[in-house]
């Protein structure tokens, strides 16, 4: 079947099943195209929680699925390809990260989206790349372990006088982009705005002229003056900004920027999640009641 074709056959199901898609920002066009909502993973959130649908497609990677899960247990939540991943969450274990409890009694634990629903489970509050400060600073702890993401959160405490210990976690598609680069792209576009994702390294985040959420990129890029943009995140954005803003310019910060588990996704794998009700992503419900305080605070802090 062309694309075209699947998509049809996906508007047919989702009507048929009470189904809804929620995309990632990352994955690619087509997908997108067929999704009721495309955002980061703060908005994918609040979307899978205030969603009517009795369905929700992820076309994302694991612990995305996870997480609606744990905020919508009563909704049937499928994740076309099951071994779509995210490198940085399996970085952090439970046996590891009870380990530094253990050594930090004191210390409140923070743990970034991108982790399993069983770390999330033994965290006491969530945070995305959205709202990571505003956590930090919300919590009365004076100390803080940060986990899975250094950058994420060297970012963050930049920002409160808090002791944070960070957690040797990174993402891939972020490390790839290098300040070399983004120097010489800034000699190339003098008059670019350089947009930075926090997930980004320290040196490459202190060329930034913004740092901000994939979201808040893809807002910053509407509202501002500038005509040229270099892009400090997935590549897929670039594409989405160059379609959006035809009168804009906007350049990837690194080729290498590239996200090889959000591009399992595809409209197939989505037609045949539709198709065969597969597969599922349920989380223990011992593990999803604890899970979900954490990410309860964060959407609390967050405003739903």
Known sequence: MENWQIAEEIKKLKKERNAIVLSHFYTRREVQEVADFVGDSLSLCKAAVNSKAEVIVFAGVHFMAESASIISPEKLVLLPVPDAGCPMADMVTVKSLREAKEKNP??????YVNSSAAVKAESDICCTSANAINVVNSIENREIIFIPDKNLGAFASLHTDKKIHFWPGFCHVHENIRDEDVKELKKMHPDAEFLAHPECRPEVLSLADRILSTSGIVKEAERSDSKEFIIGTEKEIVQNLNRKYPDKKFYPASEKAFCYNMK?????????????????????????MKAKKALDRMLEISGN
């Open 106 to 111: 004191e210390a409140a634990v923070i743990c």
């Open 264 to 288: 399992k996704i595809t409209l197939e794998s989505i037609l045949n999640s539709l198709q065969n009700m597969e597969y599922e992503v349920h989380v223990p419900e011992h593990i999803r």
